[in-house]
């Protein structure tokens, strides 16, 4: 895909090097020459030095041809006026990094396709972390009415696995859980799951799970943690 992206910071130099060792073909704007100049020499990515919030900077970044438009401004209001600009010239995807949900409607009717809360992210994540140590939040879905978590099952698990398709009768995977991959720590690959496949300790489990799912599991987690090892 060709893919624009608003902004040099932190947060664009690192999507436009994710999508680079993809295979996307990615221009970067950037208002500072020094950071264009350094984002080229380090990680090989196209730069226009310009303000991405003018039309004539867009054409020069190829905006017309674009597959997919992304906002990683640090104001709102220039995110906003990208997102305009962007829809304008009918970019069919454009994503936008948001730090004001008083913005979300905004940005909607300005074309937006996809929204990243950054603060309600970093809330939802910091408040998981702590009622949940044992579990990671690796992103919400649908506005918070699902998360996508990954555990590790402790050294405590049964050493011989237990099999997903009884690991889900369980009461804590009895509802609104869905196992969407499993990592094991000697092959590194993720996997997954079917129901006759078995998970070990050290397994790195990744679930999609709504309600009070979080909760149920991490009790589940705590109960094994306490049984003696094998």
Not at 55 to 65: D, P, S
Not at 129 to 154: C, H, N, R, W, Y
Not at 159 to 187: L, N, T
């Amino acid at each position: 895909m060709y893919i624009v992206v608003a902004g040099g910071g932190i947060s664009g130099s690192t999507i436009a090097r994710y999508l680079l060792d993809r295979k996307h073909d990615v221009v970067v704007i950037e208002k500072d020459r020094e950071t264009c100049e350094e984002l080229y020499a380090h990680i090989g990515v196209i730069t226009v030095h310009g303000n991405a919030k003018t039309i004539e900077v867009l054409h020069e970044a190829g905006i017309e041809k674009a597959d997919a438009a992304i906002a990683t401004l640090y104001r709102d209001e220039d995110n906003l006026t990208f997102t305009l600009l962007a829809h304008s010239k009918k970019v069919p995807r454009i994503l936008i990094q948001m730090r004001d949900p008083a913005y979300r409607q905004a940005y909607m009717l300005a074309g937006a396709t996809s929204i990243c809360d950054m603060n309600s992210m970093f809330t939802s994540k910091m408040l998981n972390e702590l009622d949940s140590p044992l579990i990671q939040v690796i992103t919400e879905i649908e506005g918070g009415k699902a998360q996508l978590i990954m555990f590790e099952l402790p050294a405590t698990f049964p050493s011989h696995g237990i099999r997903v398709q009884d690991m889900v009768k369980d009461p804590a995977f009895a509802h609104d859980c869905v196992f969407a991959g499993v990592i094991d720590e000697r092959s590194e690959k993720i996997v997954v799951p079917r129901g006759n496949d078995r998970l070990y300790p050290g397994n790195k489990v990744f679930m999609v799970v709504g309600g009070k799912g979080i909760t149920a599991i991490e009790q589940y987690l705590e109960k094994i943690d306490k049984q003696p090892t094998g």
